[in-house]
């Protein structure tokens, strides 16, 4: 290549990423540690100094479990509901994939959210769904708490006005089927703040 064609460049080397924390797992007495980031951590939820398991209240912002149902294994759903809510400015503790029904029963009677969002994308949500809203409808202390599924909940696609409906009259408060979009989710947590049904 002539010389008066070479490109020269001053810039610095590529930024390099920090290590990613090593993977934590719970503490003696099934407690997870106390983490910066988010994540499944009890203690971190909690003001320092004190054991309230209750979710810390942000100004303006909804207290949000983010949740899948026990049979679907996919996270990247969650994590993207997760970012998506926290840059709305809601505090949100991610359960994670396949949570057993009575796991996100035993958090939600522990954390106290003002709103609980199911996700799954593994086509299984109208099933799995109906029988985890049942559970969760069925425990005293969780039958006013806002509960909202969303994703894709049939293996044959969107099941239109009937699916919403028989989800609904189980005890969704809100269904998004695939394609509805992250603006339906944000509405609704919208409406939930304004109502003050908290």
Known sequence: M??????TSQSSP????????APQ???AGGRWPATAGGGPADDALSPAGTTDDALLPIEGGLRVVVTSVASDAHTWNLVFLQLAL???GHHVVN???????ELLVEQCRRQRPDLV???????????DGTRLI????????LTGIPVVIGGKLGITGPGGAATRDQLRAAGFDGVFEDGAGIAALHGYTRE???SGRR
């Not at 590529?14 to 924390?21: G, L, N, Q």
């Open 2 to 7: 002539p010389a008066d064609s070479a490109v």
């Open 134 to 141: 049942r559970r969760i409808r069925a425990t005293a202390d």
């Open 25 to 27: 797992s719970p503490a």
């Open 95 to 101: 359960l994670g994939a396949c949570v057993p029904d």
């Open 86 to 88: 926290e840059e709305a």
């Open 117 to 127: 969002v199911v996700s799954t994308v593994n086509g299984h949500g109208f099933h």
């Open 192 to 194: 939930l703040s304004a």
């Open 14 to 21: 590529p930024a390099t990423r920090p290590p990613s924390p």
